[in-house]
Structures are given as C-alpha cells and as structure tokens.
C-alpha cells in the first residue's frame, strides 16, 4: 500500500472567533482532518506575511488565515487589515509560483464548527492533490 | 574639460555653499575606474570641483540621504532619484525644507557592464551639443530604454535641456512579466527557484535600496542569531518574498537592486511586478 501525501497546514486563527470556531468543532465532535497544526493569535490583522513565509520556509504546504467576518473584529478593524494584506501578499506568492490554493484566507464565527471542520477537510484534500511544496529544494 | 551640464552644476553649489543656504551639496565625483561615479558630498566651495556629472552617474542618491539628516542639503536629481526622494518624503523620512533640490535633465544612463570592454570614457560618451550621452539603447539601462520621462518630477531649480520627446519605446521587462504570469504556478515556481537559487543572501539589493530605510530590518532580526543563519533555498525564498512585500508600496523602479545584484538576478521584474499591481488598483 503505497503512503498517502499527508500535507502539513498551518492555522493562524484569532483568539475571538476562528480559534473558538475550532473550539467549538471540538466539542461538537465536528470530523476533520489532522493536518492543521493551530496557532492562536489575538487578531487576523496581528498576522504579519512574514509568520506566512516562515511557515513556508519551514515546511509547510498551506497556510490557513482565519479570523471573524467582516464587520464581526473583536477590534473593530483588524479583519479588514488581514484582508488587505492577504491580497497583496498571495498575489506575490502567486507571482513566486506557490499556488493560490495554498495560502487562503476564510472567516469562520465562534458558532461555525463545522464550517471550520468543513474549510480544514476541503484544504487539505486540495494540498493532497497539489502535493509537497519542497521550498527547500533546489531544481 | 567638463560639460556644460557639469559646469552649471559645480557653479549652482558653489553658489549655494558660499551663500549658506545649504550646508553640503550631494552630488557625484569620479570612481576609481573609468564610468563608474560615486555619491560625494561638497562640504566647501573648493570641494564642487571635485564634482561630476556624465553618462555614468547612475547610483540613486536618494539612499544616501538619511545620512545627512538634521543638514540642509543641496542635491542634484535625475528622475529616477526624485521619484525615491518623493517617496521619502511621503514616508516622513526626510524632510522637504531641509532639502533644495537641482533637477537635472536625464536622457539615460549608460550600463557600465555593456560598455566597458569597449573602452570608452565618460567625456567620449556625452555630447556636448545637445547635453545628452551619446548612447544607443544597446549601450543604455534598460529603464533608461523605455522611459519617457527627461524631466524629474520635484525640483527647486532645473539643469538641462529637454532636445526632443523621447520615442515610445516597449518596455520589454513587461513583456517578460506577461510570459511569467501566463505560466502555471509549478513553471513559474522552478523558474523562480532556478534565478533565487544563484542568491547568496548578501543583501547587497537591501543595502543600494533607496526606500529601505526602517532602522531594524524586520528581516535581520534573526540574523544576528547564529542559528538561523541557514543559506537554503527556503530562507531565500523568505527573503525575497518579504522584501518585495515590503516594497509593495513604495518601490519606484529605480532598479538599483537589480544593478547591483552580483548574481544578475533579475530583480526588475519583482519591482515591475509591483508597479504593475499599483496601477491595477
């Protein structure tokens, strides 16, 4: 039996909605795939691109953003700034050659569990597909 | 014998020295080689005559102002340097009262590395009849090819003369962006890997940048840390992302890192790539 690719995520959610969004699809014993590794922050708009490209350089295949929904920021603003930053950033990942698919930004509430069990299972069946990023290869 | 461009040039700071209205003149003086200048400040009036200016006087000043921040400076732009001094300006990092500009007319400036086998000097390269290098566009930078724009964009006063409209020529570096873009990520990927993969992490592109101006580089943080003083491919990678990230807002297209890049990394389609996303929005 041949060993399927198991893509390693990185989830960056904020404290207020995504992280309890991921809290919630615990306790509801929501099913998703183990591959997201969470990290807490207090906000989206604290997620600078550099946290992006460390997690790229170190091995991973996609990097999950996640914060509250538009209008939703614990701190009234800091969702509109991660989103700015997100689109000016993926385009020059894109431009770099990392797939879009790879870097994706979403907003989950404290309630959706299962639309955050939903986003973690569709990402890591599109990294399946795309494969390893092997940043550190050198063709 | 010095141009006239060179002359009005030395006779304006002398003025502006003398009559104490600036305290240093940045300008350029002779390299070591032939057609190749280095930024020089005049601090006295004996010292503009150790000032230049001739085809080769392509290093952006604009980088070396911060140095002389809290002095009233006299400077002499060509276009591409106004345009970094406007975004300084923008940034707060200089201020414009401590600033008189010397706009000077720029017909383009000439590639050393084209021209050097050819063993030409920078006084057989201008013509003094019409105030402008003599240069084809196979000798020329290649931002100088397609630019259009003789004139800067700030100045207090103006030297030169502007002879004709330049023509429009096409700018081939974004011919070169569309190719990339229409290539699917994997290809665009390797490309990206093949032309990174020749970086040494020498920073020297950070260092000639004009607008790289934060005091603590965020990404030079680790540096100091002997631990993640890796050379792999990913750091790289992180590297050159980042720093296009952060010029995403302020890079005018002065290609000073591209220029010094000792591996010809071919940096100018990042910062092309910038100013085209710029004008998208």
């Known amino acids: ?139 | 014998m010095a141009s006239l461009i060179e002359q009005q040039l030395r006779e304006r700071a002398q003025a502006l020295l003398d009559e104490g209205s600036v305290e240093l003149f940045l300008g350029y003086r002779q390299g070591s080689r032939s057609l190749r200048v280095a930024p020089f400040a005049a601090r006295s009036s004996s010292e503009t005559e150790r000032l230049v200016w001739n085809a080769a006087c392509v290093p952006n000043l604009a980088g070396t102002l911060h140095k002389y921040a809290g002095q009233r400076i006299g400077v002499a732009l060509k276009m591409c340097d106004a345009h970094s001094v406007i975004q300084l300006l923008r940034f707060n990092q200089i201020r414009r009262d401590e600033l008189y500009v010397i706009g000077v007319v720029c017909h383009g400036m000439a590639d050393a590395e084209r021209i050097a086998a050819t063993d030409a000097d920078t006084i057989t390269l201008w013509d003094p009849a019409t105030e402008r290098p003599t240069l084809g566009p196979d000798q020329l930078l290649d931002k100088c090819v397609s630019c259009t724009q003789p004139v800067p964009d700030l100045y207090d006063e103006l030297l030169g003369r502007v002879a004709t409209a330049p023509p429009e020529t096409k700018n081939e570096r974004l011919a070169d962006i569309q190719m990339l873009e229409a290539m699917d990520a994997p290809t665009r990927r390797a490309f990206w890997q093949e032309q990174l993969s020749k970086c040494t992490l020498c920073y020297a592109c950070q260092a000639a940048c004009p607008l790289c101006f934060c005091k603590q580089c965020a990404l030079s943080l680790e540096r100091s840390d002997p631990r993640r003083q890796t050379r792999d491919m990913g750091a790289i990678f992180t590297y050159h992302v980042m720093r296009a990230y952060h010029l995403t807002e302020r890079c005018t297209g002065c290609n000073e890192c591209e220029r010094v890049c000792p591996e010809d990394i071919p940096l100018s389609l990042i910062t092309q790539k910038l100013e085209q996303d710029r004008e998208q929005r």
């Open chain 1, 1 to 139: 039996m041949s060993e399927r690719f198991e893509p390693h995520i990185l989830g960056l959610l904020c404290s207020w909605c995504a992280y309890s969004g991921a809290d919630t699809a615990g306790v509801s014993r929501a099913q998703y795939p183990a591959n997201i590794r969470i990290v807490r922050v207090m906000c989206s708009g604290r997620i600078d691109p550099l946290f992006v490209a460390r997690a790229f350089e170190h091995g991973a295949d996609g990097v999950l953003v996640a914060g509250c929904h538009p209008g939703d920021c614990h701190y009234i603003s800091g969702n509109n700034f991660a989103q700015e930053r997100f689109a000016s950033f993926a385009r020059l990942l894109d431009f770099f050659g990392i797939d879009q698919r790879r870097f994706r930004l979403d907003w989950v509430s404290g309630a959706e569990g299962a639309r955050f069990a939903t986003i973690v299972s569709e990402m890591t069946e599109e990294l399946r597909a795309l494969g390893p990023l092997n940043i550190k290869v050198t063709s």
